[in-house]
């Protein structure tokens, strides 16, 4: 992932900030249409990057955003969550005792 410094992201965080509370007290994580205002946000801003210079070259830097952003997340995040849940709950790829592979 890009990392930019920490100057650069003081300037989308408070913007930021605003949306994603807005978007939490509106809907809440589980709540109806949270991820249909998710998708509209970051859809709306894909699209408006395009139209400003609809050419592959964008469509090509866009869609690797989307990529990075998506792998990156599961790498830090998710994997951790999934580690942690199968520590405590058991691995489901491991055979019962008695049963080979």
């Known amino acids: 992932m890009p ?23 509106t809907t809440g994580i589980k709540g109806c249409g949270f991820s249909g205002k998710l998708n509209y946000i970051i859809s709306t801003i894909l699209y408006k990057i395009w139209l400003r210079n609809p050419r592959y070259e964008t469509a090509n830097a866009l869609i690797g955003v989307l990529e990075c952003a998506k792998l990156e ?7 951790n969550y999934e580690d942690e849940k199968n520590r405590i709950n058991g691995d ?6 008695g049963e080979q592979s």
Request: hydrophobic share 40%; aromatic share 14%; no cysteine.
């Open 73 to 79: 997340f599961y790498r830090r995040v998710i994997a």
């Open 92 to 97: 489901v790829f491991t055979p019962p005792k």
């Open 3 to 25: 990392y930019i410094t920490q100057q650069e992201r003081e300037a989308y965080d408070d913007t930021l900030n605003t949306l994603r509370l807005d978007l939490m007290v």
